[in-house]
């Protein structure tokens, strides 16, 4: 499904709505590679690609949450990784952020900041939230590095959170104002 379109675009990468035909092997290999999800919530119990299909439906038609494929714009918009807008409270404004950048080729800050820069004007422009959050673990340094480019304000620290290569790591919260977008860092084409 590489070539759905690319709704959104910076800096060689892009978002696209994730598909149904997302719920792949390429997709089912990043869960299940330990490297890759030794920071996020998922993979820590045996997936197939039946899972990974309900997981992707539930965004579809969905009032409470939006996923978007990740994907390289030099490599024909392959897939890359996902960004998700989850427990979208629309009294409230405000929605998690949740990041995974699947290839280990693009698992670094610099993609982590460029789709920061492209879901949080998303989120506030075209669905009219006020207030993102997300956690972070402190060893997933592309993450915690693309929020603190993006200069998303740390709210706080849940000590020992999650288990990850057999030590405890804090989870760090980062929030996001709509008021806060002229002080934001986006990140901006060379």
């Given amino acids: 499904m590489d070539n759905a379109p690319v709704i959104m675009r910076l800096g060689g990468y892009g978002l696209r709505k994730l598909m149904p035909e997302d719920a792949n092997a390429r997709y089912l290999g990043w869960i299940s590679d330990p490297e890759v ?3 996020l919530t998922v993979g820590k119990f045996p997936c197939t690609l039946e899972d990974l299909s309900e997981y992707v439906s539930r965004f579809h038609g969905s009032n409470s949450g939006a996923a978007f494929a990740i994907v390289n714009q030099e490599d024909r918009n392959k897939h890359i990784g996902n960004v998700t807008l989850n427990a979208i409270n629309w009294i409230s ?3 998690d952020i949740g990041l995974m950048i699947g290839s280990k080729k693009h698992a670094r800050p610099a993609c982590a900041h460029a789709v920061l820069s492209l879901i949080v004007p998303y989120a506030f422009d075209v669905l009219g939230l006020r207030r993102l959050y997300m956690g972070v673990l402190e060893g997933n340094i592309a ?3 693309g ?3 993006l200069q ?3 709210e706080g620290r849940w ?3 999650s288990l990850v290569y057999g030590e405890y790591q804090d989870e760090i919260w980062f929030g996001v104002l709509k008021s806060d977008r002229d002080s934001l860092n986006f990140w ?3």
Avoid: D
Wanted: charged share 40%; net charge positive; hydrophobic share 30%.
């Fill in 37 to 39: 999800n030794a920071f």
């Fill in 152 to 154: 998303m304000k740390e």
């Fill in 143 to 145: 993450c915690l590095e």
């Fill in 93 to 95: 404004g405000t929605a």
């Fill in 159 to 161: 000590r020992e959170q």
């Fill in 188 to 190: 901006r084409q060379p």
């Fill in 147 to 149: 929020a603190r480019r």
